[in-house]
């Protein structure tokens, strides 16, 4: 039995959301903890609100505290998905840091330690295909698994 923590796209978007925004660790576990929708509003944004954050947790058994505190995978990307959460968890800008393509996203420059993020965050259902050293780090090729 796997320990791996699996968070919705939707759930690791609002949560890498949260943290990009420059919520401290702290502030979103006492949030979590607390069920407290309210605390989230500084970082909501119109097409990410979390209304429906911890009702939706709840129903499909995400562990949100242990997310924060160890870690996580998602369960699934969508090609248009992926590159909203490599937005929100790096702070980059799609076809500026990055282009995504039919079931590919090439040029994703990374740090050694966000492409560690990457890896561990990372659905299954896409896998790192390529993966140059640059100066910056790494430069990234995703691929949907069912096109390697």
């Known amino acids: 039995m796997s320990t791996e923590i699996k968070l919705s796209q939707s759930t690791a978007i609002r949560l ?6 420059g919520m401290p660790e702290a502030d979103i576990l006492k949030a979590i903890q607390a069920k407290d929708v309210a605390a989230f509003d500084t970082v909501s944004e119109e097409h ?3 209304d429906t954050f911890f009702s939706y947790a709840d129903e499909h058994g995400e562990n949100l505290e242990g997310a924060v505190r160890n870690g996580y995978r998602i369960t699934f990307n969508t090609r248009g998905g992926l590159g909203i959460w490599l937005e929100k968890a790096f702070n980059l800008q799609v076809d500026k840091d990055f282009a995504v393509g039919e079931g590919i996203i090439t040029g994703l420059q990374l740090t050694a330690e966000q492409a560690e993020v990457l890896e561990q965050r990372l659905a299954c259902n896409w896998v ?3 993966a140059l ?4 780090g790494r430069e990234l090729t995703l691929k949907l698994r069912a096109l390697v």
């Open 48 to 50: 990410y609100r979390y």
């Open 16 to 21: 890498e959301q949260a943290r990009g925004k």
């Open 128 to 130: 790192i295909t390529d």
């Open 133 to 136: 050293e640059v100066p910056a």
